[in-house]
């Protein structure tokens, strides 16, 4: 099933990939891109926005140049990113957000700028904390909160998954955005 997993601010749809959904149970939504599928990013004057302000923007589209494996637990503000390169997984990717909420073929969330890079030899990178810092700055969120549930996920690391071995079906396509997916 392809669904479309949604980056929102202010109502609007601010970033969106196309990815087909793996599996589902009460634990975890589990989301899967290949490299070359869909992604629209917002863009003003030519240049592309890494933190929401008040321009406008518009989305255009630039498909992704890597393969992920992403795994959602409702409940949690944060998601986990396994991340493969050349089809062998490469390193983790914890990406903090506020709580993803599905709807329909959406998976809706608010980024909150930091994220980390896990190695498989357990090296751990803090990553876009320069963001982070602005988006507190401009009131978009609260950078303890931020830190303080970055802090939780390093005490008690949702990796590994069981995931990391996994593959996709040779014959799946490359998933498509789903109609709606630009529905507020």
Known sequence: MNVANRELHRGR?????????????????????????????????GRELRIPGDEEWTLEDRPSETEALALIRPGTRHSLWLMFRDGDFSHWYVNF?????????????VDEKLDLI????????????????????????????VRAEMERVLADPPWPTGWEAWRPDPSWPVPELPPGWDAP
């Open 13 to 45: 749809v601010w970033r969106v990939v196309a990815m087909r959904l793996v599996a589902e149970d009460d634990d975890a939504y589990v989301l899967w891109h290949p490299a070359g599928a869909p992604v629209k990013r917002p863009f003003a004057g």
């Open 97 to 109: 957000e506020r709580e993803s909420v599905r709807r329909g073929a959406c998976f809706d969330l």
């Open 118 to 145: 896990v190695t498989p030899d357990g090296g751990v990178r803090v990553k876009d904390e320069d963001e982070l810092a602005e988006a507190a700055h401009r009131g978009y969120l609260d950078e303890r909160e």
